[in-house]
């Protein structure tokens, strides 16, 4: 894992929290107070994906970041298994250690299903849901078609499946460090101009050798072998979370998630969200256009922001 007091020149410059509650040493990022924006990354990224949003927000809002067990600042146990159910299971026992509520969730990727996970256990716990290129799927129908369907076409999910059946995915991702640029650019990555040794450096860290990468390797293997689990709530649940504000931004040229697969699954899950795509932006649609997520985020928020006793979309708290 990466170093505590590790800011990579500065341009990750927020001071490390750590949790034991999930098992293992769990890193996040905790600026600001107020209203609580919990951020939940992916593959193969960590909290450094957040970094423009956590200085945008955290003047007027409470930022929380984690990272993932095997990603980041965070511990890699090597007695623990990476799939999808676990860090649903960490992410619930962060939240619960740091009694976190009206939580806006903000996930990208994978983050996705581990915060709807979170939301299905706990939908009193959330206030919004923001979709960045983050499938926002419970168990629910046309879930398994989407994901087949869009393995079919990702060069992503492609690669893994190929991988995983030649024996070479645990050694290609073991090397993370040293691909990870070509790993993001496969998945979509189309802002060029952010590239800098010192954005490597910070997406590499988290993955020196083999053994620190087991995150990465077991969110893919999760995939190639049905290992994952995803969240089914309760009617209750589902319903309740059908009625808060819910944001989708998703880049248009991402390779890794189709949206004509996963949008529909976010408006069956919140039939009153927005959606907004936005044109040549990527699967890192954080780093690829910050500036217009930042924007749209800001106005979501403004736009959904009630009297204390109120919620979301203002039914009064239950």
């Not at 067990?69 to 619930?92: C, V």
Request: charged letters at 20%.
């Amino acid at each position: 894992m990466i170093a505590a007091a590790e800011t990579f020149r500065g341009t990750f410059p927020f001071a490390p929290h750590y949790s034991s509650a999930p098992g293992f040493r769990m890193h996040y990022v905790d600026e600001g107070a107020g209203s609580v924006l919990l951020c939940l990354h992916g593959e193969p990224t960590w909290g450094y994906l957040f970094r423009d949003l956590v200085r945008r927000f955290s003047p007027t809002h409470r930022v929380v970041v984690p990272d993932h067990m095997g990603f980041g600042k965070s511990e890699t146990p090597a007695d623990r298994t990476y799939w999808l159910q676990d860090h649903i299971d960490n992410l619930e026992s962060l939240i619960l250690d740091l009694d976190l509520d009206d939580i806006t969730l903000v996930m990208h990727d994978f983050g996705g299903p581990v915060g709807m996970g979170l939301a299905a256990r706990h939908p009193d716990r959330i206030a919004r849901v923001v979709s960045i290129n983050g499938p926002t799927p419970f168990g629910q129908p046309g879930l398994a078609e989407a994901l087949e369907d869009n393995g079919d076409e990702s060069p992503w999910f492609r690669w893994i499946a190929q991988a995983n059946q030649s024996g070479t995915l645990e050694n290609v991702l073991g090397e993370l460090k040293y691909n990870i640029l070509s790993t993001l650019k496969l998945n979509g990555f189309e802002n060029n101009q952010i590239i800098s040794e010192t954005w490597i450096e910070a997406y590499g860290a988290p993955f020196p050798t083999p053994a620190e990468s087991r995150g990465a390797i077991g969110w893919a293997k999760g995939f190639a072998t049905g290992a994952h689990v995803f969240e089914a709530p309760t009617d209750a649940a589902r319903a309740k979370l059908a009625e808060i504000p819910a944001l989708a931004i998703w880049g248009g040229a991402d390779r890794t998630l189709n949206s004509a697969y996963f949008l529909p699954l976010f408006t069956s899950a919140f039939p009153d969200g927005i959606v907004t795509e936005l044109p040549g932006v990527g699967h890192y649609s954080i780093e690829d256009a910050p500036d217009t997520v930042g924007e749209l985020l800001s106005g979501f928020l403004d736009a959904t922001t009630t009297s204390p006793t109120h919620r979301g979309g203002g039914a009064l708290d239950e």
